[in-house]
């Protein structure tokens, strides 16, 4: 068996069930790890060592939902889910390159795209990656899911159907263990989207300096969920 270690920072789901580490890992190392990457519906990061081979692996879940930033040089790797973290490590204008095109970016679209970061030196692992650092520095990155174009022939109702079933379906598998959960609802369409995919009633929080259109929307959207 392969010498190794894993840490998985959430639980991994495969057809709704929970998979441990340890099996994971072993799937990983396999000749075929993108066809069990492909088969995890969850938010995940692993990071996987392989001691033998002193080979390093991090990979993220299909739309990259828990961050994790990377830089590596001058014979060192590095990797936090804090971006501040490693732009300090680096010295914060010493040996940082600041990017004055993703400043600019940030602030017409207020977000950054792809893996750019603030600091030409400093990327962010995008979502369905395979990230590979072997013991002389050599980086390799893969994908291991891409989304499916084959079904946008379909018409509008029929792609909002599968979309209302498939939130439906992850609403029931975070909610099967019957606790009681809440939900963060604004007034705007993905937080209603959540609330009407509910299997059973959830508890509604909404935050606001002062009354405002979204609070009254947010308020109507849970009171007609009761």
Same mark, same amino acid.
């Given at each position: 068996?392969?010498?190794?270690?894993?840490?998985?920072?959430?639980?991994?789901? /495969? =057809?709704?069930? /929970?998979?441990?580490? =340890?099996?994971?890992?072993?799937?990983?190392?396999?000749?075929?790890?993108?066809?069990?990457? *492909?088969?995890?519906?969850? *938010? @995940?990061?692993?990071?996987?060592?392989?001691?033998?081979?002193?080979?390093?692996?991090?990979?993220? =879940?299909?739309?990259?939902?828990?961050?994790?930033? !990377?830089?590596?040089?001058?014979?060192? @790797?590095? &990797?936090?889910?804090?971006?501040?973290?490693?732009?300090?490590?680096?010295?914060?204008?010493? *040996?940082?390159?600041?990017?004055?095109?993703? /400043?600019?970016?940030?602030? !017409? @679209?207020?977000?950054?795209?792809?893996?750019?970061?603030? =600091?030409?030196? /400093?990327?962010?692992?995008?979502?369905?990656?395979?990230?590979?650092?072997?013991?002389?520095? &050599?980086?390799?990155?893969?994908? !291991?899911?891409?989304?499916?174009?084959?079904?946008?022939?379909?018409?509008?109702?029929?792609?909002?159907?599968?979309?209302?079933?498939?939130?439906?379906?992850? %609403?029931?598998? !975070? %909610?099967?263990?019957?606790?009681?959960?809440?939900?963060?609802?604004?007034?705007?369409?993905?937080?209603?989207?959540?609330?009407?995919?509910?299997?059973?009633?959830?508890?509604?929080?909404?935050?606001?300096?002062?009354?405002?259109?979204?609070? *009254?929307?947010?308020?109507?959207?849970?009171?007609?969920?009761?």
């Amino acid at each position: 068996s392969r010498d190794w270690s894993s840490d998985v920072c959430s639980s991994d789901l /495969i =057809d709704g069930k /929970i998979i441990k580490a =340890d099996t994971a890992a072993e799937h990983l190392w396999s000749s075929t790890p993108e066809r069990f990457l *492909s088969q995890l519906d969850c *938010s @995940f990061l692993i990071v996987a060592h392989d001691r033998r081979n002193d080979r390093l692996t991090l990979i993220s =879940d299909r739309f990259g939902s828990l961050p994790l930033f !990377y830089s590596s040089g001058l014979g060192t @790797f590095s &990797a936090s889910s804090s971006f501040k973290r490693l732009f300090d490590q680096r010295g914060a204008g010493n *040996s940082a390159s600041v990017d004055p095109l993703v /400043i600019a970016e940030f602030l !017409y @679209f207020r977000r950054v795209l792809n893996t750019a970061t603030y =600091d030409r030196n /400093i990327h962010f692992l995008s979502g369905a990656t395979v990230l590979s650092i072997d013991s002389a520095g &050599a980086i390799e990155s893969r994908r !291991y899911w891409s989304i499916n174009g084959s079904k946008l022939g379909l018409s509008r109702d029929a792609l909002a159907e599968i979309l209302a079933d498939e939130l439906r379906r992850s %609403m029931n598998t !975070y %909610m099967s263990d019957d606790k009681k959960f809440g939900l963060l609802l604004s007034g705007g369409l993905d937080a209603r989207a959540l609330l009407a995919a509910a299997s059973h009633p959830l508890t509604c929080f909404t935050t606001t300096p002062k009354p405002n259109n979204e609070l *009254s929307v947010a308020q109507e959207q849970a009171r007609r969920s009761e």
